[in-house]
């Protein structure tokens, strides 16, 4: 017969058991409320399909629509062993106003504003789907969704991520980290819109994979490509001197009369670049009496500089014809004005500038060029 010490341990012992059993219970029961899965979306390399852009407002709607809909096909086909009453979370970042000048460069679009219009629609469609704007920078897209993905991938509310960023090298040391973790890489889902970059092919075999081709492009947007090949007849425009007779009368007679100026990137579209991936404006030379000539006159750049202009009320001068030489002039004056991606801007097509043009600057504190784009390496090595 057992003694009452010893009873008293059997009890003691079963009641420990049923303390941690119910502690089990109530921990299973709170890792399952409120579950969901978070799809994570970089914004500027996995973009969303022309047709539903266009469409602006109710294009964001039915996109959104589109996307809730692969999501839930992909989780019942894809991943059967996750419980079907899961919330769906969607974050979508990207640089905004590279974006919207992209989709405006390209004619996918008529005017920046209609970006918004679009993302509108697609905020408004859900609750938890966003599109955000992660700011004007390279970078800012790939740092939040990198920080938001290490966030909830130690949450144990959130049961499954699929992560967009197929054509970012970039993410490739971030998802590095889980290639040997089963328990883990088995929650990850990798999303391919344009082909998976080089870096990422060496390791999506590790996961599960999808893409929704209702939804993302397959393919990155590029810029329009726009001659400038074609000089108008002689009589549409006063005689002035072109860039070989300029550049002769240089060698004659000084360099005052001339301003030095960057042209359009070169035809073959490749955006000339130093040793440190920053964009180098290539100098021309310009006279001054085409500057003249073309100052007091509000010229519209779209129109003479990328060959179309995607503003239907636009109030800037289209109808008089401008050669060659006219446009560089044009060039040279638009590259007074610093563009927004500053030298990180890969667009073919820009003719803003991307570094101050004074050597040494002339106007100190009140330049409107910002303190990294001065003193840029202008020697090329890309091209």
Known sequence: MLTFRERYAQLHEADNKRNELVENLLDEVDENCDT?????????????????????????????????????????????????????????????????????DNGTLGQFEDLGRFICGFNKKFPLFEFVDAGNGKECSDAKLKKIFELYIRNVHCKHIIFGGSADNGYARLLSLYTGDPSTSKRITMLEGPPFAKELVQIVDKFQQCSFPRVFRDTKILPRRVSFSTTPPKSMSPKIPNYASTAASAKVGGSNNVLESKPDPQAEGIVPKNSKGQRVDLPIRVDKTTI????????????????????????????????????????????????????????????FGHRCQGNPCAWGASCRFSPELHSIDTQVVNC
Not at 48 to 54: G, N, S
Not at 77 to 89: A, C, S, Y
Not at 325 to 335: E, F, N, P, W
Request: negative net charge.
């Open 36 to 104: 969901f899965v978070l799809v994570l979306i970089d914004g500027d390399c996995m973009n969303f399909l022309d047709d539903l852009v266009k469409k602006l407002e109710s294009g964001g709607e039915e996109a959104a629509q589109l996307l809730r809909s692969s999501i839930t096909n992909y989780l019942k086909e894809g991943l059967p062993d996750l419980q079907m009453d899961l919330e769906i979370v969607v974050h979508v970042y990207g640089n905004l106003r590279g974006l919207g000048k992209t989709l405006v």
């Open 292 to 351: 003249n000539w073309l100052k007091g006159r509000r010229w519209c750049n779209n129109h003479y500089l990328r060959g179309y202009c995607g503003y239907r009320l636009c109030s800037y001068e289209h109808d008089t014809q401008l050669n060659e030489t006219q446009k560089d002039g044009l060039r040279t004056m638009a590259r007074q004005t610093p563009c927004d991606m500053g030298s990180d801007c890969d667009n073919v097509d820009c003719f």
